[in-house]
T-cell receptor
Framework: DQQVKQNSPSLSVQEGRISILNCDYTNSMFDYFLWYKKYPAEGPTFLISISSIKDKNEDGRFTVFLNKSAKHLSLHIVPSQPGDSAVYFCAASALGGAQKLVFGQGTRLTINP | ETGVTQSPTHLIKTRGQQVTLRCSSQSGHNTVSWYQQALGQGPQFIFQYYREEENGRGNFPPRFSGLQFPNYSSELNVNALELDDSALYLC??????????????FGPGTRLTVL
């Protein structure tokens, strides 16, 4: 039962353009959503998050959009830079208790010069 | 401030053996979570320890067990290793548990290979 899904295993974008990574979830109990970035041989690094009471959160080049009715979130990176090349994981959590993170399968983003 | 560290970096075991993985939490953090990341998949929650007590468990069999020590470092033990246990094991530390989200900081992981 995959509660968080990232349907695109990979994405290739030209440097300077917008990168859009998508994520869908099924569990209505999730009330906090996060994006993590992972380089090889390193652990996931927190990128940006959004609470279920919001529909947008922006931090510099990164913006996360949440559509609760569609159970969909997306990460926009503008402009994309070569250092953004990594695997991106969408994760969700239900606040209270263990706050375990439920991750998607990841999307490998490649930024081409 | 020291980040989350894990040891060993890599480990090779044979089926049926037992393994212990170690994690040192980020300074000041009292909560540690363990995740298993199989090849090509996202991390899966194994369990969490908060102030030395198990605070939640994912869908993993009892042969996966853990400990948290008074200094909040942690161990993950896996008995009777199976080939499917081959994965990257990630430890994440955070401060507290409760209604507000507490950011989890991940270590670099231990790559376990079971032959």
């Amino acid at each position: 039962d995959q509660q968080v899904k990232q349907n695109s295993p990979s994405l290739s974008v030209q440097e300077g353009r917008i990168s859009i990574l998508n994520c869908d979830y099924t569990n209505s109990m999730f009330d906090y959503f996060l994006w993590y970035k992972k380089y090889p041989a390193e652990g996931p690094t927190f990128l940006i998050s959004i609470s279920s009471i919001k529909d947008k959160n922006e931090d510099g080049r990164f913006t996360v959009f949440l559509n609760k009715s569609a159970k969909h979130l997306s990460l926009h990176i503008v402009p994309s830079q070569p250092g953004d090349s990594a695997v991106y994981f969408c994760a969700a959590s239900a606040l209270g208790g263990a706050q375990k993170l439920v991750f998607g399968q990841g999307t490998r983003l490649t930024i081409n010069p | 401030e020291t980040g989350v560290t894990q040891s060993p970096t890599h480990l090779i075991k044979t089926r049926g053996q037992q393994v212990t993985l170690r994690c040192s939490s980020q300074s000041g953090h009292n909560t540690v979570s363990w995740y298993q990341q199989a090849l090509g998949q996202g991390p899966q929650f194994i369990f969490q320890y908060y102030r030395e007590e198990e605070n939640g468990r994912g869908n993993f069999p009892p042969r996966f067990s853990g400990l948290q020590f008074p200094n909040y470092s942690s161990e993950l033990n896996v008995n009777a290793l199976e080939l499917d246990d081959s994965a990257l094991y990630l430890c994440a530390s955070s401060l507290g548990a409760g209604e507000a989200y507490n950011e989890q900081f991940f270590g670099p992981g231990t790559r376990l290979t079971v032959l």
